[in-house]
């Protein structure tokens, strides 16, 4: 089966992934939905995401305010922005399609076993991805960050299939373009010091 993940230049590598030095997603398909069991209610998935997001936008304020690098400052300064977005995003989904039992509830209530901002999108632990940035350049951080980027998108494309509501499947498509974006900014941070 293909998937399409709407990438329009796909660069072959020679000695393929053998001959890659970065860092390597592992696993099977279904890797990164553990925090997402299928058997859950939208709301409930929704609120995971939410959760996530305030790791992530945790990671990145962090980052920014560790270097004196313009560039990356503003760069993680931005993806700061975006991940509130994103929760605001996922928030007005949320009381959108919340049932009554939800429906007054925040999403923080309803994942009270995963406090929102302890761990983002790729599942790290946002305090020990602080703690790994120690000392680290800026393109270290820039790899563990697309890194964590990448699964956000794979992630967000898995909810979308996985996603019951025709609306929530949209959301999730919008968010899966949007951490595109942050690759593409990350990678063209990378490109411009190469």
Do not use: C
């Not at 796909?10 to 000695?15: L, R």
């Not at 030095?21 to 859950?40: C, I, N, R």
């Not at 700061?80 to 919340?98: D, G, P």
């Not at 270290?140 to 990448?150: K, N, P, Q």
């Amino acid at each position: 089966m293909l998937i399409d993940a709407g990438l329009k230049d796909v660069i072959g590598m020679e000695g393929g992934i053998l001959a890659w030095k970065g860092l390597v997603a592992s696993g099977p398909p279904e890797a990164g939905m553990a925090y997402f069991p299928q058997e859950e209610r939208s709301e409930k998935l929704i609120a995971l995401a939410w959760a996530l997001e305030e790791g992530s936008r945790r990671f990145y304020a962090g980052v920014a305010g560790k270097t004196q690098d313009r560039d990356a400052v503003a760069l993680f300064q931005g993806l700061v922005s975006a991940e509130e977005q994103h929760k605001s995003t996922l928030l007005k989904l949320f009381h959108e399609i919340a049932h009554d039992a939800y429906a007054s509830k925040s999403p923080e209530a309803l994942v009270p076993d995963r406090p929102a901002g302890e761990i983002m999108e790729g599942g790290m632990r946002v305090d020990e991805a602080l703690a790994w940035t120690a000392g680290k350049n800026i393109a270290d951080i820039l790899d563990l960050s697309i890194a964590l980027e990448s699964n956000a998108f794979d992630l967000y494309m898995k909810m979308e299939r996985a996603a019951g509501e025709e609306h929530s499947k949209q959301v999730f498509h919008a968010l899966s373009e949007e951490e595109r974006q942050h690759l593409n900014r990350m990678t063209l941070l990378i490109e411009k010091r190469a």
